[in-house]
C-alpha cells in the first residue's frame, strides 16, 4: 500500500513537472507579440517612433527576462538545421532554479513577486473549496444512502427516478450556468433578494462573520452542485451492488434493521473503491472556483488564473497550474489516508 | 406522425431531443444564408441592451445585448461555434481516442515488435528528421544497418528473432497520465492564455485534452475483447494481426462509444462556452453562447440574455444526454 502511495505521488508530481514545464515553454515559445501587447496597453499616449519603440521593447524584454534563449538547446535551421547548446543561461534554468527556492516569479501585468499573491489570493479560496468539498462530501453521502434505498427497494420508486434524473441531468451542466442561475434566482431585485451577490473584497478587514458566511453560500452552493452527481451516483450505484450481496441477505435473516444494515453494513463495503473520485474532487473543486469566483467576483486563486489567462500575464498561469497541480497530489495524499480509515485490513497492516 | 409517437420504442423525449438537436445544427450550418433582418456583429447603438421589442419598429425579437447586437442574431451564429468548432473536436478525439486506446489495450507492452530492419530504419529517419549531431552520415550508417539485418533475418536465427517491443500501453498511460495531471478547464485555461486562437488551434486544443477519455473507455473494452474466442479464431483463420485489430477486435471494443460519444461533446460545448464566458483564447467578435451569458456580469438583470442564451445551451446538453441514454 504504501509503495502503491508512493508510485501514484511519484507519477502525479512528474506528471505536474511535466505539465508545467510544458506550458511554460509552449507560453514562452509562442507568445512573440507579449512585450507589443504591454507596450500598448501600457502607454497608449506616448507619441512612439520606430525606433523608440524598438528599444522600448528591448528594455522590456531585458526586463522582463525574454532576451534570454527558452530552452537549454534551440534548433537553429539557416542553411543546415542543428542544435544549439546554451548552458544553463536560459529562460527555464532560471525558472527552474528559482522554483526549487520558493521563487514562482514575477507578474508580467504588474512587475509584483507572485507568491504574495497567491497567498492572498488563498485566503478567499481555502475556506470556499475546503466548506464546499465538506458540504459535497456530506450531501453526496446522505443522497447516495437516500437514492439506494433499503434492501427491500429492489426497484426504483417514482421520487427516487425523479433525484436520479435531476441529479444525472446536473452533471452535464456547465459551473457558469450553475452560478448565473443561482445568481438570477436569489440576489436579484426582481425575484428573490435573498442573499448578497457583492465581493468580499469591497470590506476586506471590518467583515463580521455572518456576512462572511451568508456572502460564501451561494459560491459554496454553486460548487457542491457541480461535483455532487460525480461523487452520489457512483455511491448509489456501489451501494446497490453491494445490497444484493450474499452478507446482507444473511444479516436481513438475523434481524438487522433496514437503516442500519445499510449504513452499517452496506457503507464500508461500497465506500473504498470510490475513495479515487474523492481523490479528484478537490482538483476539480479548484477548477470550478476558477468561475464562480469569476462570477461572484472573489478575489481568490481561480479569480487570479482566469483573469491573468485573459491579460496574458504566463508566469501567474504556469503559478496557477502548479497550484492545481499540487492540490491534486494532495488529494491523493487525502485520498490514501481515507482508504486506510475505510478499510480495517489496510489499517490494521499499517 | 401520431402513429410514430405510439410506437413503443419512439417516445416523445427522444424525438424532442433529436428534433432540438437537428434544429441547432441547421440553424448553426445555415446561419450566414438566413434571412435575419439584422446583421451579425453589427451594432444597433440606439438600442443597446433592450429587452425583446415586438411592437416597436426595430424588431429585436430576443432583446439586444450590451453593445447593441441583435440576440437572435448573435444566438444563430452562436450555434456555429457548436456545428463548426465542438462537434468536429468531440468526433477527432473519440477517432483518436479509439485508435489510441485500442492498440493499447490490443497490443499492451510487449504485443507489438518491430523487426530489428524496421526499427533501424525508424531510428534513421528520426536521426536526419530533427537533425542530431552527425545529421546525413550517422543516418546512412543506420540505414546500411538496417540492410544488413533484412538481409540476414531469414539467412542468421538470431537476427530474425530479435525484434524491439513497442512499449505502446506505457506510452499510452504516460501520456493519459501527463493530460491528467491538472483538470480540463485549467489545463485549456493555461494552453489558452496566448493571443487569440484561430477556430483551427482551439479545434487542436480541444482535440487534445478531449482523446483521454474515450481512449480510457475503448482501451478498458479491449481488454475485454482480445480474450474472446472469436479473436482467437480469427488468429487460427491465419488473419494478420493488423486486420485482426481492426476489421474485428476494435468495432466491439468502441461499442460503449456510442453512449459516451453524445457525453462528451456536451462537455466540451461546455467547455468552449465556459471560455467565451471567461474570455480566454477566442477574439472578442466571434458570436458565441458563452460571450452572450458573459455580459450577465455586467447587466445582471438581463433576463432576455439568460433566458435565451442560457436556455438554448441548457436544451441542447439535456437533449445530449438524453440522446447518450437512449443510446445507451
Same mark, same amino acid.
Not at chain 2, 249 to 255: E, I, S
Given at each position: ?350 | ?34 434571412? =435575419? +433582418?439584422?446583421?451579425?456583429? /453589427?451594432?444597433? @447603438? !440606439?438600442?443597446? #441592451?433592450?429587452?425583446?421589442? $415586438?411592437? &416597436? *419598429? %426595430? ?72 537533425? =542530431? +549531431?552527425?545529421?546525413?552520415? /550517422?543516418?546512412? @550508417? !543506420?540505414?546500411? #544497418?538496417?540492410?544488413?539485418? $533484412?538481409? &540476414? *533475418? %531469414? ?72 480474450? =474472446? +474466442? ?18 474485428? *477486435? ?79
Amino acid at each position: 500500500m504504501r509503495r502503491w502511495l508512493l508510485l501514484q505521488l511519484g507519477r502525479a508530481g512528474l506528471a505536474a513537472w511535466a505539465t508545467a514545464s510544458l506550458v511554460f515553454i509552449l507560453s514562452r515559445l509562442l507568445a512573440v507579440g507579449t512585450e507589443d501587447a504591454m507596450l500598448s496597453s501600457g502607454n497608449d499616449l506616448q507619441v512612439r517612433t520606430a525606433s523608440t519603440s524598438a528599444v522600448a521593447r528591448q528594455a522590456l524584454r531585458q526586463r522582463l527576462g525574454l532576451d534570454e534563449p527558452v530552452f537549454y538547446v534551440t534548433r537553429i535551421s539557416r542553411n543546415s538545421a542543428s542544435w544549439r547548446w546554451h548552458g544553463t543561461h536560459n529562460q527555464y534554468h532560471h525558472w527552474l532554479a528559482g522554483l526549487l527556492h520558493g521563487q514562482l516569479g514575477w507578474s508580467y501585468r504588474d512587475g509584483q513577486p507572485i507568491g504574495p499573491k497567491l497567498r492572498t489570493a488563498l485566503v478567499y479560496t481555502l475556506p470556499l473549496a475546503g466548506l464546499a468539498a465538506v458540504a459535497a462530501t456530506l450531501v453526496a453521502l446522505a443522497l447516495g444512502l437516500v437514492l439506494a434505498g433499503g434492501p427491500l427497494a429492489a426497484s426504483l420508486t417514482s421520487g427516487r427516478a425523479a433525484l436520479h434524473l435531476v441529479l444525472s441531468s446536473l452533471q452535464g451542466i456547465p459551473v457558469f450556468m450553475l452560478a448565473l442561475g443561482l445568481l438570477f434566482l436569489f440576489a436579484n431585485p426582481d425575484a428573490l433578494d435573498l442573499l448578497p451577490a457583492y465581493s468580499l473584497a469591497d470590506n476586506p478587514d471590518g467583515l463580521l462573520l455572518g456576512a462572511y458566511l451568508l456572502q460564501l453560500i451561494m459560491p459554496v452552493l454553486t460548487l457542491v452542485l457541480a461535483v455532487l452527481p460525480e461523487l452520489a451516483l457512483p455511491l448509489a450505484a456501489a451501494l446497490r451492488h453491494e445490497l444484493r450481496a450474499d452478507y446482507v441477505t444473511t444479516a436481513r435473516a438475523k434481524g438487522v434493521p433496514a437503516a442500519s444494515l445499510l449504513r452499517r453494513h452496506a457503507l464500508p463495503n461500497a465506500l473504498p473503491p470510490l475513495l479515487t473520485s474523492f481523490a479528484s474532487l478537490l482538483p476539480s473543486l479548484l477548477a470550478g472556483t476558477v468561475v464562480v469566483e469569476s462570477v461572484f467576483s472573489l478575489p481568490g486563486v481561480g479569480r487570479l488564473l482566469a483573469e491573468a489567462a485573459a491579460a496574458h500575464d504566463y508566469p501567474v498561469v504556469v503559478a496557477g497550474v502548479l497550484v492545481t497541480a499540487g492540490v491534486r497530489l494532495l488529494g491523493l495524499a487525502l485520498a490514501d489516508a481515507l482508504y486506510a480509515l475505510a478499510d480495517p485490513r489496510i489499517r490494521l497492516a499499517l | 406522425m401520431s402513429r410514430l409517437l405510439r410506437r413503443p420504442h419512439l417516445k416523445a423525449l427522444p424525438l424532442l431531443a433529436v428534433g432540438w438537436l437537428v434544429a441547432v445544427s441547421t440553424a448553426g450550418l445555415l446561419a450566414p444564408w438566413l434571412p =435575419l +433582418p439584422f446583421a451579425a456583429g /453589427v451594432p444597433d @447603438l !440606439l438600442h443597446v #441592451a433592450e429587452p425583446p421589442s $415586438w411592437a &416597436a *419598429a %426595430p424588431q429585436h425579437w430576443l432583446g439586444t445585448d450590451l453593445f447593441g447586437r441583435d440576440v437572435l442574431t448573435e444566438l444563430l451564429f452562436g450555434a456555429r461555434q457548436v456545428v463548426l468548432l465542438s462537434l468536429p473536436a468531440t468526433v477527432l478525439a473519440a477517432l483518436i481516442g479509439a485508435l489510441a486506446g485500442g492498440s493499447a489495450g490490443f497490443w499492451g507492452n510487449r504485443g507489438c515488435r518491430l523487426p530489428l530492419a524496421a526499427g533501424l530504419v525508424l531510428l534513421a529517419a528520426i536521426w536526419w528528421l530533427i537533425a =542530431l +549531431p552527425g545529421g546525413g552520415q /550517422v543516418a546512412c @550508417l !543506420l540505414l546500411a #544497418a538496417a540492410a544488413l539485418a $533484412w538481409w &540476414a *533475418a %531469414p539467412r542468421l536465427l538470431w537476427v530474425g528473432r530479435s525484434a524491439w517491443p513497442l512499449p505502446l500501453d506505457s506510452l499510452f498511460q504516460a501520456a493519459v497520465t501527463l493530460l491528467g495531471a491538472v483538470p480540463r478547464l485549467v489545463l485549456v485555461l493555461a494552453l489558452a492564455a496566448g493571443p487569440p486562437l484561430s477556430t483551427g488551434q482551439l479545434l487542436l486544443l480541444l482535440v487534445a485534452v478531449a482523446w483521454p477519455e474515450p481512449a480510457r473507455q475503448v482501451r478498458a473494452q479491449m481488454l475485454q475483447v482480445r480474450t =474472446l +474466442p472469436f479473436v482467437e479464431a480469427a488468429r487460427a483463420a491465419g488473419l494478420t494481426t493488423g486486420r485482426i485489430w481492426f476489421r474485428h *477486435a476494435l468495432p466491439h471494443a468502441c461499442r460503449p462509444l456510442r453512449a459516451t460519444v453524445p457525453l462528451s461533446l456536451a462537455g466540451l460545448i461546455g467547455l468552449e462556452t465556459t471560455l467565451a464566458f471567461l474570455g480566454v483564447g477566442r477574439p472578442p467578435d466571434v458570436s458565441s453562447w458563452g460571450q452572450l451569458l458573459s455580459m450577465l456580469r455586467q447587466e445582471p438583470g438581463a433576463w432576455w440574455l439568460l433566458v435565451s442564451a442560457g436556455g438554448a445551451l441548457l436544451f441542447t446538453l439535456l437533449a445530449l444526454q438524453q440522446l447518450a441514454r437512449s443510446n445507451r
